[in-house]
């Protein structure tokens, strides 16, 4: 199976790497349009600030062709919030993938409410084959200060600051996680599992 990452200007690309190394898979990172249109599974993983990885996936054409993907492509983290259609971080408009989607910034509603949100949580109402073979409320891990609102997108929640927020989104063949599978263990290498298992 071929899988191409998206290689743009955002962090943690080797993360994800290395976890897919553990379930066998052997990635490759380009941002060539005929390798990634090629691939029989895409990962749009990061971490960065909106409007700067909107501005690399411009420069390279990234930004009209992975709305156009048609095989299974999995966001994580800023990969998520960019697919969405606008981002508070910046004032920027995304890809558009889950359209009238905003991303905002948490608000602290209390002193205990530390803003990146750094750490682990639980996920809760799976409701995905993305899941398969994993528990509410287990645990994943987190780095982010801005989520995508509860929607009829989402497909798995996190409680914090106060607010229940999308851990996880799909649409058609489009799935993404606001947490990190690359780095939550067991729980992540089972759903990075699922997601190269998946039949659409």
């Known amino acids: 199976m071929k899988v191409a990452i998206v290689d743009y200007n955002a962090g943690n690309i080797y993360s994800v790497i290395h976890a897919l190394h553990r379930v066998g898979i052997m990635p490759i990172v380009t941002d060539k ?3 990634i249109l090629s691939a029989d599974r895409v990962l749009f993983p990061g971490q960065g600030e909106a409007s700067s990885t909107m501005a690399s996936l411009k420069s390279k054409g990234l930004d009209k062709l992975i709305p156009s993907l048609k095989q ?3 966001g994580i ?3 998520q919030q960019l697919m969405c259609a606008h981002s508070e971080e910046e004032d920027t408009d995304c890809l558009g993938i889950f359209p009238n989607l905003k991303v905002q910034r948490f608000v602290p509603q209390s002193r205990e409410d530390k803003i990146p949100h750094i750490g682990w949580n639980t996920i809760e109402q799976l409701s995905s084959p993305l899941f398969a073979g994993l528990r509410e409320e287990d645990y994943v891990y987190y780095i982010h200060s801005y989520y995508v609102p509860v929607c009829e997108q989402t497909i798995a929640t996190t409680q914090y600051a106060g ?5 996880a989104l799909r649409k058609d063949n489009f799935f993404a996680t606001q947490f990190h599978p ?7 290498e089972r759903l990075l599992q699922n997601f190269i298992d998946l039949q659409l």
């Open 33 to 35: 349009a005929e390798e």
């Open 72 to 74: 299974p492509v999995l």
């Open 77 to 79: 983290c800023i990969g």
């Open 163 to 167: 607010v229940a927020f999308s851990a």
């Open 182 to 188: 690359e780095k939550s263990g067991d729980v992540g």
